[in-house]
């Protein structure tokens, strides 16, 4: 059937054996250390533990810090490092990557999990509401990455700070953009209001183009244009 000129939705419903196998083939499973990580953060955690990233959105981070050659990256919502390891990883051992987070409790994790994989240099976790850490970076377009992951009311106050910062061409990332489908609600919570709200945002935002996919979350790639490239419609 046809809907919207294309042929219906073509994405499964992952039981748990096929992410298992989603997983294993796409060599995505959670090496030990990230294994840990998820059961340190669950143990310590487990009303919080869910916002981990999924296995696959962290592979996926590793594999576009590398694609791109990314060296410059914020992060924004740090929780238990699970994803500043996963981006952290992918870069060179003279990249950097800014972590911003307002828990000392959630973060208290991270730093032991990044040491011990030999990437703990290269991440900066910044204590303090994302909004002031953004506002206080250099104002040039600096950034080959970003990351957005945090409360969902400030997400267009850090796509605000963080678009200028992106140098052409770089790429920024937001999770949770379908947030658990909540967004077509027709009276929806705070924090999806908040997303449809961003989403509407950053759809009519001429300085970059957009990819929306429905891993995990729903994650949106957003590319900064280079001055005078036509977005790709
Ligand atoms: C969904 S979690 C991040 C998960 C993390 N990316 C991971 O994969 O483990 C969201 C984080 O945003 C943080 N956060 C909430 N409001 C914030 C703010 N105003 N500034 C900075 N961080 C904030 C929370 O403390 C929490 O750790």
Not at 6 to 12: A, E, F, I, Q
Not at 213 to 220: C, N, Q, S
Request: with cysteine.
């Amino acid at each position: 059937m046809l809907r919207n000129g294309t042929l219906t939705p073509r994405n499964l419903p992952l039981t748990p054996e096929l992410h298992d196998y989603l997983l294993d083939q796409g060599r995505m499973t959670p090496d030990p250390l990230l294994a840990e990580l998820i059961a340190r953060t669950g143990a310590a955690l487990p009303h919080q533990a869910h916002m981990v990233v999924a296995p696959e959105e962290g592979a996926l981070l590793t594999f576009l810090v590398r694609l791109l050659g990314a060296r410059r990256i914020v992060e924004v919502g740090t929780f238990t490092g699970y994803s500043a390891l996963c981006l952290a990883r992918g870069l060179p051992a003279d990249g950097s990557l800014l972590t911003c987070d307002v828990s000392a409790e959630w973060t208290a994790l991270a730093r032991d999990f990044w040491d011990r994989d030999g990437v703990g240099d290269r991440i900066e976790l910044r204590l303090g509401p994302a909004l002031d850490t953004l506002r206080a970076l250099p104002a040039e377009p600096h950034l080959d990455l970003a990351f957005i992951d945090a409360d969902k009311p400030g997400y267009i106050g850090y796509w605000e700070e963080l678009v200028p910062r992106l140098r052409p061409g770089a790429l920024l990332l937001a999770d949770n953009t379908l947030f658990n489908g909540e967004v077509l609600a027709e009276q929806p919570g705070e924090k999806a209001a908040a997303i449809r709200e961003f989403n509407a945002h950053a759809r009519r935002d001429p300085r970059v183009e957009l990819v929306m996919l429905p891993i995990a979350d729903g994650l949106t790639f957003a590319r900064r244009l280079p001055a005078g490239e036509p977005p790709l419609r």
